[in-house]
């Protein structure tokens, strides 16, 4: 999905302004010519550009003014200067520029071909440099956490505590950027060479340029504050974990680290939560709100969303308070966190914003509240805007459901929603569609909208179940559902008889055994993996807890599988990467992970078994229906891929909009086998090249608060990333706001 090359061309001369524009459109480039310095200017603030090519002399604005001008707004342009003639002052201003090339009129085309192509030569080998140079990085902190994985396990509690604890007391000392971290690691490194008999390999202290405060902890130089004091407090911490007191700890300290320490020790709860990510503790929040445990689900989402800073994680932590709200009841909270939550969402940015209306308007139908309707009817307009079709229309089925709605529009909705490429997002969102399809179809009905009902009760009844059992649907949808049935002469599927056979209403129990169940088999609910971020697994719409695969590794051996569906694993390559010590110890631990995951994915209404042994290989049964969110992002990704060598972008954006909506985090972020990280770089490329494509669009079409929001979620998974900068400073200077740029 890589975006072609973009050359903005500053020439006064008519004629010769058309020819370099047609000679770089031919080979590929895509070029945008002006004759003022001033158009050119205007050109820079609204869409990215590679590449200037600027005549010097010209009335108004001259070529260098443009190109220095160009700089400020895109430190990464690359120039090229062509002139008559170049008097000293303006050779020495080009070199002071950094211009990469000079072309003396008349030139042939060819020079400046060759020029174009040298400079976009190193410029690629620049970013393969600082590409590599990140990936280095990255590979460096995982081999440092893998040293205190290790050197944990040889002198427990005395490597990993006060690692910990230096990164805390950073950031209750405010300490910025990436400096926690570097004081992370590099205590725990300062710990692991402690330990007698076990020294760090040598090659670490070769990798640490880039990170000066970590290589002076590791040739012993100036060991920081914080991180004396995090290793002299794990000396004196007990075989539970338990911070010890203040007056435990000798020596004389900087007041603000042993201020920081004390409110520490005050609230030990802060101390083991700030254990888990954002991603993590939202999906605990989740795990609460599923099993009904408001309370501890309100704390979760509370400690998520109480962040100052506006995050994705601390949105979905204010939608989670509200849902909580509905379910004890509290009108005023939800009101509240509904306020909340859509102000945070429009400070991210218009995409978030109009999916969080959605979200937020689908809490307020939970509690029936009078402002819902009004609310999807914003989502609607908001989703048009972003060109969200698929949640656009599942917003107007909604509305419909609220309302009495016409059939025509009805048949519209339902066209978009069962269109092919929405297959999979569909099945993400199946209980809800089908909620709202059952409340049109018992004030209109339509042809289109009981044959679209039949397909999805045939072949998802798990899905609908959850309502049903909720007491969500009133006896006139509970009809609807055995009408259908009867309209097809079809017996129901087993899973929906077990329901009516137990309806309260005796003429529903009656036409359900007259339809009688299905046989064979019951088919099995669909399963929803999220491996992108924190592991999280649902069935039938309702989510399962992870603590029942007992172990990390089994939660890790369950994302393989899904991440290797539909092919089968060899038993040996699996017994290697997960157990490589112990061949029989390995085979046993197979054993029983596999038990585990066979139990935690059974769908206790079908005979489906969920995870298939064959001979001397393993894989998730292919007859489980599956929601997997990195197959996803995959076919989203491929999609735009297809659409772009089609030199159609714009069919490409609803798919790299789709690629950047999934991605919730780092695939499968705390683990550190060598499988995982090679998925996790795979997707993020495929992550970041989405975002880089959709500011580079969404820029030239103007549409800049958009092509900000996602400026900054690249910055975000790139912080030290200087393309993505610039593309945030464009946008804040586009947008006119030049005291944030």
Partial sequence: ??????????????????????????????????????????????????????????????????????????????????????????????????????????????????????????????????????????????????????????????????????????????????????????????????????????YLLQSLEAYPLLYSFLVGENLPETARFALAVS????????????????????????????????????????????????????????????????????????????????????LGLARVAVAQGATKELESAVQEVLEKAKAMGPVSHAVTELQAAQVLRRAHHPAALKLLKRAISSLETVNLDFLQARAKLAALAEESGASDSLAQVLAVLSEPRHRLELLEHLEQVLYDLLHCLSKVS???????????????????????????????????????????????????????????????????????????????????????????????????????????????????????????????????????DSTEGARNNLNTSVSLIRRFLKDPRSEVDPV???????????????????DELDRAAGAAQKAIQADNIAAAIPHLRRVVQLYRGPYLESCYMDWALERRTRLEVRVVTALRLLCEHLSQQRRHAEALEYALRLLSIHPDDVEARDLVMQSFIAMEQHNKA
Wanted: charged share 30%; with cysteine.
């Fill in 612 to 630: 298939l042994r064959i001979g001397e290989t393993i894989s998730i049964n292919p007859d489980l229906p599956i929601w997997h969110d990195v």
């Fill in 446 to 580: 339509t042809e289109e909208g009981y044959e679209f009902l039949q397909s999805l009760i045939y072949d998802y009844p798990g899905e609908l179940l959850p309502s049903l059992a909720a007491g969500r649907m009133e006896a006139e949808q509970r009809s609807l559902v055995l009408e259908v049935a009867e309209k097809t002469g079809r017996p129901l599927p087993r899973v929906l008889m077990a329901y009516f056979s137990q309806d309260p209403l005796p003429e529903l129990r009656q036409r359900a055994i007259r339809l009688g169940a299905e046989e064979g088999s019951e088919r099995a609910s669909v399963l929803r993996i999220y491996a992108l971020g924190t592991l999280e697994v649902s069935l039938g719409g309702k989510g399962l807890d992870s603590k029942e695969l007992k172990t990390q590794k089994t939660r890790f051996l369950l994302a393989r599988l899904f991440g290797n569906n539909p092919r089968a694993l060899p038993v040996e390559r699996v017994m290697d990467e997960f157990w490589p």
């Fill in 1 to 202: 999905m890589s975006r072609p090359v973009r050359i903005l061309v500053l020439e006064d001369d008519p004629s010769l302004r058309a020819i370099l524009e047609e000679v770089l459109k031919s080979h590929g480039f895509e070029v945008v010519a002006s004759s003022r310095g001033e158009e050119a200017i205007q050109h820079a603030r609204g869409s990215r550009f590679d590449l200037i090519v600027a005549d010097i002399r010209m009335e108004g604005m001259n070529g260098l003014d443009t190109i220095e001008k160009a700089k400020e707004l895109q430190p990464g342009i690359g120039s090229i200067v062509v002139s008559g003639f170049a008097s000293e002052e303006e050779t020495l201003r080009a070199v002071k520029l950094n211009v990469a090339g000079y072309l003396k009129k008349p030139f042939k085309i060819d020079a400046l071909l060759e020029l174009v192509n040298k400079h976009l030569n190193k410029r690629g080998r620049e970013r393969a440099r600082e590409d590599e140079v990140s990936a280095l990085k990255k590979s460096l902190l995982w081999s440092l956490r893998r040293q205190g994985h290790l050197a944990e396990k040889l002198s427990p509690g005395k490597v990993e505590p006060a690692a910990h604890l230096a990164a805390q007391l950073a950031r209750h000392l405010g300490y910025s950027g990436n400096l926690p971290m570097q004081l992370q690691h590099g205590t725990m490194m300062t710990a692991v060479a402690r330990i007698e008999g076990y020294e760090p390999p040598d």
């Fill in 235 to 318: 000396e004196k911490m007990g075989s539970d974990g338990a911070l010890p007191s203040l007056d435990c700890i000798e020596g004389e300290w900087d007041p603000r680290l042993t201020e920081a320490y004390a409110r520490l020790i005050a609230s030990p709860e802060e101390s083991s939560q700030e254990k888990l990510s954002s991603s993590g503790l939202l999906s605990l929040a989740r795990t609460l709100e599923h099993a009904g445990d408001w309370a501890g689900a309100r704390q979760a989402y509370q400690e998520v969303g109480s962040a100052e800073s506006i995050s994705a994680e601390g949105v979905q932590a204010r």
